[in-house]
């Protein structure tokens, strides 16, 4: 069964622009469907009814909001598990090297802001809890690579408000199971 891609959004939108660029850089084909902003479509309002915001992404039927989620879902699904030999080779040392940039900018300091946890640590932490479903598909180590970026982690999960929020990983490895099987990718 073919993807249906569908994307509804404004042309000037930099939101827009991050979907329509990860979809290039994947080689997918969608169908674009440009939203006049002052008179939404009906499908726009069923497909993000809490915002009512472009962009959109409708992957088999099922709205992808926000961009930058949007994004990641892009990544999730038609990268390193869906590419073979050089390619996921490739999409493994893209990865590896975007983590090396982070724990670069980590340094020596406890979390990403220095002493306390703060904004970034929220915000990029939550990808953690991926990490294991990475290392298993793509038969490498994090830890390996990147040993500060995993003490960061492991700092973070020692927070109650961090470990009592984010998945287990072995859940999310269960899930990419799950749309790796959808997806025929095994």
């Known amino acids: 069964m073919a993807d249906e891609i569908i994307v509804l959004d404004f042309r000037p939108s930099m939101f827009g622009m991050r979907v329509r660029v990860a ?6 084909k969608y169908e674009y469907r440009e939203e006049d902003l002052w008179n939404k479509s009906p499908l726009l309002l069923e497909m993000n009814p809490v915002h009512k915001k472009i962009p959109v992404l409708i992957h088999n039927g099922k709205p992808i909001c926000e961009s930058l989620i949007i994004v990641q879902y892009i990544d999730e699904v038609w990268k390193i598990w869906s590419t ?4 996921q080779e490739t999409a493994k040392k893209e990865f590896i090297e975007c983590l090396k940039l982070l724990e670069g900018e980590l340094g020596e300091k406890p979390y990403f802001g220095g002493e306390k946890i703060g904004f970034v640590d929220v915000a990029l932490v939550t990808f953690s809890c991926w990490f294991y479903a990475y290392e298993t598909f793509g038969n490498f180590s994090i830890e390996a690579e990147c040993p500060k970026l995993i003490a960061w982690t492991k700092r973070c999960m020692e927070r109650e408000s961090v470990s009592s929020s984010l998945a287990d990983p072995h859940k999310v490895h269960g ?12």
């Open 23 to 28: 979809l290039a850089e994947k080689g997918l």
């Open 84 to 87: 073979k030999g050089e390619e």
């Open 175 to 186: 899930f990419v199971v799950v749309l790796r099987k959808k997806f025929g990718i095994e």
